[in-house]
């Protein structure tokens, strides 16, 4: 058999790993990168997610909004996006989807400069 979590055990695992974002001084953030390069930047708020649900936690303050930095170039596509820290230390990684998928930006083609809204952002732990 397979193990698997209560839902107050599931809850206290993501709540746990969210809370490592807002260790430090200031917020933590999301780097939005296309292969290893860093194309966008947003932080997050301070407490960066509310208490879980079911194993779900949802980022505070959405949509959250940064820019698109000049590595980005013009239409580079989001692929993946890492969670850090204030001293930018990644806490987990993920995929990028547009209106889907655990980070969901407005638009995942981003040039220099252009505004990154991220409409939908929940961090999950299996049960």
Known sequence: ???TLSTAARNAACDATVDLVD???GAGKIRIKNGG?????VTLGDPAFGNAATGVATANGLPLAGAG???AGTGTVAQTFDVTDSANTVIWSGAVGNGSGELSLNN???ANAQVVTITAFTHTQPA
């Open 1 to 3: 058999m397979a193990t």
């Open 23 to 25: 260790a430090g001084a």
């Open 37 to 41: 390069t860093v194309i966008a930047e």
């Open 69 to 71: 930095l000049a590595a």
């Open 108 to 110: 995942t083609t981003i």
